[in-house]
């Protein structure tokens, strides 16, 4: 059974930094690509940064390009966020997503593209 859980998510003050941390386990998404999502109160979930299976491409939305910086430990089967100057419209559940299959016809920026989400991590950013 497939299980993605996140973690690092807290309160952190406008201008400041967090790490998420997504552990997943139940399979090896060492040949996948990942992503991370947010949903912030009244909005629909939203892309925020994804990442290929050996980890050396990158893509991100462009409210955090050159602030948020997305990485991957296959070893370990692990994924991160890291966040720095931080807004207070980066405030939402950030959600870590992996897809079912290795191949997608769209774009990997959807949620669609994706089967399995962990629960969520809060993220509130103060102003």
């Known amino acids: 059974q497939v299980q993605l859980v996140e973690s690092g998510g807290g309160l952190v003050q406008a201008g400041g930094s967090l790490r998420l941390s997504c552990a997943a386990s139940?399979?090896?998404?060492?040949?996948?690509?990942l992503a991370w999502f947010r949903q912030a109160p009244g909005k629909e979930r939203e892309f925020v940064a994804r990442i290929s299976s050996s980890g050396l491409s990158t893509y991100y939305t462009d409210s955090v390009e050159g602030r948020f910086t997305i990485a991957r430990d296959n070893a370990k089967n692990m994924m991160y966020l890291q966040m720095n100057v931080l807004k207070p419209e980066d405030t939402a559940v950030y959600y870590c997503?992996?897809?079912?299959?290795?191949?997608?016809?769209?774009?990997?920026?959807?949620?669609?593209?994706?089967?399995?989400w962990g629960q969520g991590t809060q993220v509130t950013v103060s102003s």
């Open positions: 997503a992996a897809p079912a299959r290795i191949y997608w016809t769209g774009s990997w920026s959807t949620a669609n593209a994706y089967a399995y």
């Open positions: 139940g399979r090896a998404f060492d040949n996948y690509v």
